[in-house]
Structure formats: C-alpha cells, structure tokens
C-alpha cells in the first residue's frame, strides 16, 4: 500500500519569491488572503534540523496568536504532520523539531513588553500584520536578531496596507505615490537603508551607503541592512480560491475603503467624505415598510442645550429596520441639542411611541469607558425599565465602526423613508468623516451592529 506523503511547499508566484528572498528583512502582502501567514510559518522549516536555530513569530496580542483560525491554528496545520514535532504550550506556545529547531509565538502589546526579550538571541524573527506593532517595536525587536546558530539572522513580516502606519512610509519606494498601488516591477527588488537617530536613509546598494557614511572597517559594513516588499493578493492564493471561493465575494462585499485597502491591496486609500455614505446609493420609500422582522433603535448621547454653545453636539437617535427581504430601512432620524434631562425624556418618549407603532423595538445605548460611563448605562437602563435597551461599550474609531454598515449601504441595500430629516441626515453621512458632527453616523451604525449582532431575527416570521 502507497504512503500518503505530504509535501510542504510555497505556491508559485508572490509566497515562492517571498520564501526565496535573501533580503535582510523581507515585507509580504499588501493585501488579505495572499497566503501571508502560510508562508511565515513555511520559512523556518528549511531550518528545523538545526538544533541551535530558534524563531518567534510575533502578534499584537496574545488573543490574535490562539483565537479561532488564528497564527496557532495554522501552525498546527502545517507542523502537526511533520514526524517528531512536538507543540508545548508553556511558557508559551512553542514548536519543537526532531532536530531540536524551535519556533514560539509570542505578543508585543505595548512598548511594556519589549524588555521581556532583552539578552534574546533569535536568529528568525516574524511579524504578522507588521502595521500592527509601532516602528519603536519593530527597530527594539531588530537588535534582538541575532544568532550563533550558523544560519545568517533575518526577519520576515506580513501586512495589510495602511496609509497612516509607518510601514507605508518604510515601503513608499515599492509604492505607485499617485495611485497608492504596489509597482509590480519593484516587487522583491532589493534596497539598503542605514537608520540613525530615527531617521532612515536609503540607497540601491550597500556600498553607496558606505560612501555616504564613510563605513570602512568590517564591523561599520556590515551596518546596512536590505530589504525588499513582496506584494500578493488574494488572486495569488489559487489553494484559498479553490478551498473557499467565497473568500473573494467577502472581500468585494466590503465597503468603498475596505475593499480597495483588503482586495487591491492600495496604500493611499484613507477616510474621506462620500468614500462612506452616498445619497444617490440608497432607495427611498414613501412610507414604512409593513414587513419589517426586526428593529433596533440607536443613540448617541450628548447633553448640551442650543443656548450652550452652536458649537455643541447633538442627541441623536436612528431607527433602523430589517425587512424580510433582507434588506435595510432607515425609518427615523431625531437629532437635536438638549439638556441632560431633557435626553433622557427625549429616549423615554421615543421609546414609547415607537413601543406602541411598532410593537417591539430594542433601544441601544452607548456605554462610555469607565466607572462613570457604567453608573450612566445602569441608570438609564433602570429609567427605562419594561422596555428592551440595551448598553453596549464602544470600540475602535469611529470609521472602524461606520464600515459594516457602510458596506451595506454601498451595495444598494439600504432603504430610506420619506422624512423632513432625510436633508441633515444625508448631509452628515455624505460628509464623514470629515464633518464635525457624527452624531447620526455613530447612532446608525451602531443601530446596525444592534440588529447583525445575533444575525436571525425570527426566522419563524422569514420563512411563513
């Protein structure tokens, strides 16, 4: 009978040239699905009958390294068939090789962690998802590249584009300035760069760089260090495209931003206003829909009067509905400057009257950070005691959270009723993230997060 072997190798093309550079420091991807992480943890098995040779593979968080599908999942993927590899949890989780060859995982949070790895030797150091970590963590952790182990030290990284990270600068030269998309004939060249005072300069060779630093003796030479961006998407990664086709109809669903950023891998692409929200993108109906299964309605808080200040912000509360057909309805925008009592009379009374014309609605409120932002959410959940409310902490920026919606609303799934609100609505939304005011951006989708947070909304009233 036959032995099933298994062959680990890359795939041709991007993930191949990526595992064949000789580049000091390598960057990989500009794009999801590229087969990024794969080709991290391909790399150290070339070496894995060396009994010195050690590698870490490094994320932000500890979460993002043991989290469902995550860097540990994959690891066990590919280690977990090889003969004598054995996978220890303690200290941390840490592949050992017949050979006696080594690659661990960690995380660097915050600049608190580094000196945790100060007198570590490791000849292979990857990042996955460098955008994540600061340039004071990925130059710290540069000096911690090194080994005796026979194996000349090197460091590889993976990415998703980010116009505001200091890797978009660190790879401009790979980078159309103009369009913000890789240049395909630069993809894996090699350039050097010397970095002193936090100031890095660069040079197509290393000994222009030990001209214009006047590096003679052995040690000074060996100062620059080379680096090359490897650029891939998700149309590299045929093995994803054939496992999960729709991988690649997820990526086109993303909103404007996203799917430029994710799919064509552009590193220019940045918030701006109408990239969002446009009016011309939605529906408008003349009066509510009847086939409405779900309702959230959502605030966003702020206790200011009128006579305060034209400069302060507004109380804001977007109803939103999910319709049998699948798609999205705006029903009702409030937006207006009140005092703090008057708020919470405001959110009462709307409760009420969307409570009798809608039978069931649920309130969702913000939680700010806190104890202060807890006792305000117990309290108004006290206040509107019988009714369904919800407060939810909220996370990331406030881009980061327009996105799903945004997405949606791109498609062409949003509805929007006939309202002498829809002109501020629109407005505000047409000019995200750009306006001053974002109080109906941030009510709407966090009104949409409230109804795709359990994603069934009766499905009892969906299928009669």
């Not at 790895?117 to 996955?128: L, V």
């Not at 660069?202 to 052995?218: H, I, M, Q």
């Not at 060996?222 to 093995?239: C, H, L």
């Not at 939810?392 to 919606?405: C, F, H, L, Q």
Request: proline share 5%; charged share 25%.
């Amino acid at each position: 009978m036959a032995n099933n072997v298994r062959i680990l190798k890359p795939q041709e093309g991007p993930q191949e040239a990526f595992l064949s550079s000789s580049a000091d420091i390598v960057i990989y991807g500009g794009a999801a699905g590229g087969g990024k992480t794969y080709g991290l943890l391909l790399e150290p098995l070339r070496h894995k009958n060396n009994p010195k040779y050690g590698a870490v593979i490094f994320r932000r968080n500890a979460i993002q390294v043991t989290i469902e599908g995550g860097l540990l999942d994959e690891s066990r993927e590919i280690y977990a068939g090889i003969r004598g590899a054995e996978l220890r949890m303690s200290p941390r989780p840490t592949w050992i090789f017949n050979g006696g060859a080594k690659v661990g995982f960690a995380h660097i949070e915050s600049d608190d962690d580094l000196p945790k790895w100060q007198g570590a030797q490791i000849c292979y150091i990857g990042f996955d998802e460098l955008t994540h970590f600061t340039e004071h963590q990925f130059f710290y952790m540069l000096i911690r590249n090194r080994s005796t182990c026979g194996v000349k030290p090197y460091i590889r990284a993976t990415c998703n584009p980010d116009a505001d990270s200091w890797v978009a600068k660190f790879i401009e030269w790979w980078i159309d300035q103009d369009t913000g998309y890789p240049i395909p004939e630069r993809s894996g060249v090699i350039r050097w760069f010397i970095r002193r005072n936090e100031v890095v300069t660069w040079a197509n060779t290393k000994e222009e760089l030990w001209e214009r630093f006047n590096l003679v003796t052995p040690e000074e030479r060996r100062e620059p260090k080379s680096v090359t961006f490897i650029v891939s998407t998700v149309y590299d990664n045929k093995i994803l495209l054939e496992k999960d086709p729709s991988y690649l109809a997820n990526l086109k669903a993303q909103s404007l931003i996203e799917r430029e950023r994710m799919l064509h891998g552009n590193w220019k692409i940045k918030p701006a206003a109408g990239l969002f929200f446009k009016r011309t993108q939605v529906n408008m109906i003349p009066a509510i829909p009847e086939d409405v299964v779900r309702w959230v309605r959502a605030w966003d808080l702020a206790a200011t009067t009128d006579e305060e200040s034209k400069e302060s912000a507004f109380t804001a509360g977007v109803l939103i509905g999910k319709r049998k057909n699948g798609r999205y309805v705006v029903a009702d925008v409030i937006n207006e400057r009140m005092s703090a009592s008057d708020v919470r009379t405001t959110i009462k009374n709307t409760a009420t009257t969307d409570l009798v014309r809608f039978k069931r609605v649920r309130i969702r409120l913000p939680q700010d950070p806190g104890q202060a932002g807890k006792e305000q959410a117990q309290s108004y959940i006290k206040f509107l005691a019988g009714f369904d409310v919800t407060a939810i902490p909220e996370s990331g920026n406030k881009e980061v959270r327009a996105e799903p919606m945004a997405a949606q609303w791109q498609a062409g799934n949003f509805d929007v009723v006939v309202g002498d609100w829809n002109e501020i609505y629109f407005n505000q939304l047409e000019s995200f993230p750009a306006s001053k005011f974002k109080d109906m951006v941030d009510a709407s989708s966090s009104a949409f997060a409230e109804l795709e947070l359990e994603n069934v909304f009766n499905l009892n009233s969906l299928i009669t």
